[in-house]
Protein backbone atom coordinates (compact mmCIF):
# COMPACT_ATOMS: atom_id res chain seq x y z
CA UNK A 1 0.00 0.00 0.00
CA UNK A 2 1.21 3.58 -0.25
CA UNK A 3 2.98 5.61 2.35
CA UNK A 4 4.54 8.57 3.18
CA UNK A 5 6.29 8.57 6.62
CA UNK A 6 7.70 11.50 8.47
CA UNK A 7 9.57 11.09 11.61
CA UNK A 8 7.22 11.10 14.00
CA UNK A 9 9.80 12.61 17.02
CA UNK A 10 10.29 15.90 17.14
CA UNK A 11 13.32 17.18 16.90
CA UNK A 12 14.90 19.95 18.57
CA UNK A 13 17.94 21.92 17.86
CA UNK A 14 19.75 25.08 18.83
CA UNK A 15 18.94 28.22 17.27
CA UNK A 16 21.41 29.01 14.34
CA UNK A 17 21.89 24.93 13.48
CA UNK A 18 20.56 23.66 10.49
CA UNK A 19 17.48 21.44 10.97
CA UNK A 20 16.94 18.50 8.32
CA UNK A 21 13.38 16.72 8.12
CA UNK A 22 12.68 13.96 5.91
CA UNK A 23 9.86 12.32 3.76
CA UNK A 24 10.03 8.65 2.76
CA UNK A 25 7.55 7.34 0.59
CA UNK A 26 6.90 3.74 -0.64
CA UNK A 27 4.50 2.97 -3.50
CA UNK A 28 4.23 6.05 -5.04
CA UNK A 29 5.46 7.72 -8.33
CA UNK A 30 4.70 11.17 -7.66
CA UNK A 31 4.63 14.03 -10.12
CA UNK A 32 5.92 16.74 -7.54
CA UNK A 33 6.05 17.04 -3.73
CA UNK A 34 5.33 19.83 -1.03
CA UNK A 35 6.34 20.77 2.12
CA UNK A 36 3.91 22.90 4.54
CA UNK A 37 4.45 24.70 7.75
CA UNK A 38 1.32 24.13 10.31
CA UNK A 39 1.30 26.34 13.29
CA UNK A 40 -1.24 24.79 16.56
CA UNK A 41 -4.23 25.46 15.89
CA UNK A 42 -3.90 26.95 12.19
CA UNK A 43 -4.22 25.49 8.77
CA UNK A 44 -1.22 24.48 7.01
CA UNK A 45 0.47 26.81 5.27
CA UNK A 46 2.78 26.38 1.55
CA UNK A 47 6.32 26.62 1.54
CA UNK A 48 7.97 24.84 -1.06
CA UNK A 49 6.99 22.51 -4.32
CA UNK A 50 9.72 20.18 -6.26
CA UNK A 51 8.95 18.51 -9.10
CA UNK A 52 10.01 14.94 -10.26
CA UNK A 53 12.90 16.17 -12.50
CA UNK A 54 14.06 17.89 -9.92
CA UNK A 55 17.05 17.52 -7.13
CA UNK A 56 16.96 20.40 -5.21
CA UNK A 57 14.99 23.70 -4.74
CA UNK A 58 15.50 27.09 -2.65
CA UNK A 59 13.88 29.94 -0.88
CA UNK A 60 15.61 31.51 1.63
CA UNK A 61 16.80 30.15 4.13
CA UNK A 62 15.18 26.68 2.93
CA UNK A 63 16.37 23.89 0.68
CA UNK A 64 14.28 20.91 -0.38
CA UNK A 65 15.88 17.75 -2.25
CA UNK A 66 13.89 15.02 -4.07
CA UNK A 67 15.88 11.61 -4.56
CA UNK A 68 13.09 9.68 -6.73
CA UNK A 69 15.09 6.72 -6.35
CA UNK A 70 15.27 6.83 -2.81
CA UNK A 71 12.05 8.21 -2.37
CA UNK A 72 12.79 10.59 -0.40
CA UNK A 73 12.52 14.59 0.31
CA UNK A 74 14.86 16.08 2.69
CA UNK A 75 14.03 19.56 4.03
CA UNK A 76 16.53 21.79 5.72
CA UNK A 77 16.41 24.94 7.42
CA UNK A 78 19.64 27.01 7.96
CA UNK A 79 19.94 29.16 10.83
CA UNK A 80 17.00 28.16 12.18
CA UNK A 81 15.30 30.69 14.82
CA UNK A 82 13.03 30.01 17.64
CA UNK A 83 9.79 31.13 15.25
CA UNK A 84 10.80 28.45 12.89
CA UNK A 85 9.26 26.05 15.33
CA UNK A 86 6.59 24.28 14.22
CA UNK A 87 5.04 21.23 12.38
CA UNK A 88 6.18 20.83 8.90
CA UNK A 89 4.11 18.25 6.67
CA UNK A 90 5.39 16.49 3.37
CA UNK A 91 2.38 15.75 0.84
CA UNK A 92 2.97 13.79 -2.86
CA UNK A 93 0.47 14.24 -5.99
CA UNK A 94 1.11 11.09 -7.59
CA UNK A 95 -1.92 12.22 -10.34
CA UNK A 96 0.15 15.20 -11.29
CA UNK A 97 -3.43 17.04 -11.36
CA UNK A 98 -2.90 19.14 -8.50
CA UNK A 99 -5.92 18.01 -6.57
CA UNK A 100 -5.36 15.22 -4.89
CA UNK A 101 -2.54 15.42 -2.09
CA UNK A 102 -1.45 12.74 0.04
CA UNK A 103 0.16 14.36 3.51
CA UNK A 104 2.49 12.86 6.07
CA UNK A 105 1.99 13.09 9.48
CA UNK A 106 4.19 15.99 10.18
CA UNK A 107 7.15 16.38 12.03
CA UNK A 108 6.71 18.79 14.80
CA UNK A 109 10.12 21.06 15.03
CA UNK A 110 11.34 23.02 18.16
CA UNK A 111 14.22 25.74 17.64
CA UNK A 112 15.75 26.70 21.31
CA UNK A 113 17.75 29.40 22.28
CA UNK B 1 -8.66 39.47 -0.17
CA UNK B 2 -9.91 36.92 2.67
CA UNK B 3 -8.56 33.75 1.40
CA UNK B 4 -10.36 30.98 2.53
CA UNK B 5 -12.75 30.82 5.11
CA UNK B 6 -14.82 28.66 7.24
CA UNK B 7 -17.78 28.51 9.47
CA UNK B 8 -18.15 27.86 12.36
CA UNK B 9 -14.93 27.23 14.29
CA UNK B 10 -15.77 24.95 16.98
CA UNK B 11 -18.80 22.58 16.93
CA UNK B 12 -20.23 19.92 18.99
CA UNK B 13 -23.01 17.79 17.97
CA UNK B 14 -25.02 14.97 19.48
CA UNK B 15 -24.65 11.14 17.83
CA UNK B 16 -27.31 11.19 15.27
CA UNK B 17 -27.49 15.05 13.99
CA UNK B 18 -26.78 16.55 10.91
CA UNK B 19 -24.63 19.63 9.93
CA UNK B 20 -22.82 21.37 7.30
CA UNK B 21 -19.23 22.95 7.31
CA UNK B 22 -19.08 26.00 5.18
CA UNK B 23 -15.95 26.85 3.35
CA UNK B 24 -15.38 29.93 1.04
CA UNK B 25 -13.05 31.13 -1.63
CA UNK B 26 -12.12 35.09 -2.86
CA UNK B 27 -9.06 33.97 -5.38
CA UNK B 28 -11.28 32.81 -7.80
CA UNK B 29 -9.83 29.55 -7.87
CA UNK B 30 -10.59 26.23 -9.29
CA UNK B 31 -9.83 23.54 -7.05
CA UNK B 32 -11.28 23.12 -3.52
CA UNK B 33 -11.05 20.07 -1.30
CA UNK B 34 -12.43 18.94 2.40
CA UNK B 35 -9.51 17.45 4.43
CA UNK B 36 -9.90 16.00 7.84
CA UNK B 37 -6.67 15.67 10.61
CA UNK B 38 -6.57 13.84 13.42
CA UNK B 39 -3.69 12.77 15.94
CA UNK B 40 -0.96 10.59 13.80
CA UNK B 41 -3.23 10.54 10.48
CA UNK B 42 -2.34 13.41 9.55
CA UNK B 43 -4.44 15.22 7.02
CA UNK B 44 -6.90 12.86 4.66
CA UNK B 45 -8.58 13.98 2.12
CA UNK B 46 -12.55 13.57 1.91
CA UNK B 47 -13.90 15.02 -0.83
CA UNK B 48 -12.55 17.54 -3.52
CA UNK B 49 -14.15 19.91 -6.89
CA UNK B 50 -12.00 20.74 -9.99
CA UNK B 51 -14.28 23.05 -10.36
CA UNK B 52 -18.09 24.64 -10.32
CA UNK B 53 -20.56 21.64 -10.63
CA UNK B 54 -17.74 18.63 -10.37
CA UNK B 55 -17.09 16.66 -7.31
CA UNK B 56 -15.11 13.42 -6.64
CA UNK B 57 -14.35 11.27 -3.35
CA UNK B 58 -11.31 11.04 -1.64
CA UNK B 59 -9.85 9.00 0.49
CA UNK B 60 -12.09 8.99 3.50
CA UNK B 61 -15.72 9.63 1.84
CA UNK B 62 -18.49 7.95 3.80
CA UNK B 63 -20.73 9.96 5.93
CA UNK B 64 -20.11 13.14 3.76
CA UNK B 65 -21.59 15.07 1.16
CA UNK B 66 -20.45 17.47 -0.67
CA UNK B 67 -21.47 20.16 -4.01
CA UNK B 68 -20.27 22.93 -5.79
CA UNK B 69 -22.98 24.91 -7.30
CA UNK B 70 -20.44 27.81 -7.37
CA UNK B 71 -16.96 28.66 -7.69
CA UNK B 72 -16.37 30.24 -4.27
CA UNK B 73 -18.21 27.94 -1.83
CA UNK B 74 -18.16 24.43 -1.16
CA UNK B 75 -20.11 23.17 1.92
CA UNK B 76 -19.34 19.91 3.58
CA UNK B 77 -22.49 17.81 5.10
CA UNK B 78 -22.24 15.91 7.78
CA UNK B 79 -25.80 13.45 7.35
CA UNK B 80 -25.38 11.94 10.43
CA UNK B 81 -22.76 12.35 12.97
CA UNK B 82 -20.75 9.70 14.28
CA UNK B 83 -18.30 9.90 17.26
CA UNK B 84 -15.44 8.67 14.28
CA UNK B 85 -16.11 11.81 12.61
CA UNK B 86 -14.44 13.95 15.88
CA UNK B 87 -12.11 15.52 14.35
CA UNK B 88 -10.42 18.89 12.47
CA UNK B 89 -11.29 19.69 9.37
CA UNK B 90 -10.00 22.00 6.89
CA UNK B 91 -11.08 23.60 3.56
CA UNK B 92 -8.65 24.12 1.10
CA UNK B 93 -8.10 26.06 -2.48
CA UNK B 94 -5.78 26.14 -5.58
CA UNK B 95 -5.26 27.46 -8.79
CA UNK B 96 -5.37 24.56 -11.70
CA UNK B 97 -2.72 26.14 -13.74
CA UNK B 98 0.15 23.66 -13.61
CA UNK B 99 2.79 25.78 -12.87
CA UNK B 100 1.96 26.61 -8.83
CA UNK B 101 -0.23 23.45 -7.12
CA UNK B 102 0.09 25.40 -3.63
CA UNK B 103 -3.20 24.94 -1.43
CA UNK B 104 -4.05 27.56 0.24
CA UNK B 105 -6.11 26.33 3.58
CA UNK B 106 -8.54 27.99 5.93
CA UNK B 107 -8.22 27.86 9.82
CA UNK B 108 -10.49 24.80 10.21
CA UNK B 109 -13.29 23.35 12.21
CA UNK B 110 -12.93 21.75 14.99
CA UNK B 111 -16.05 19.21 15.54
CA UNK B 112 -16.66 16.97 18.69
CA UNK B 113 -19.68 14.10 18.05
CA UNK B 114 -20.86 13.16 21.48
Known amino acids: SQKIEQNSEALNIQEGKTATLTCNYT??????LQWYRQDPGRGPVFLLLIRENEKEKRKERLKVTFDTTLKQSLFHITASQPADSATYLC????????????FGTGTQLKVEL | NAGVTQTPKFQVLKTGQSMTLQCAQDMNHEYMSWYRQDPGMGLRLIHY???????DQGEVPNGYNVSRSTTEDFPLRLLSAAPSQTSVYFCASSYADTSSYEQYFGPGTRLTVT
Open chain 1, 91 to 102: ALDSTGGGNKLT
Open chain 2, 49 to 55: SVGAGIT
Open chain 1, 27 to 32: NYSPAY
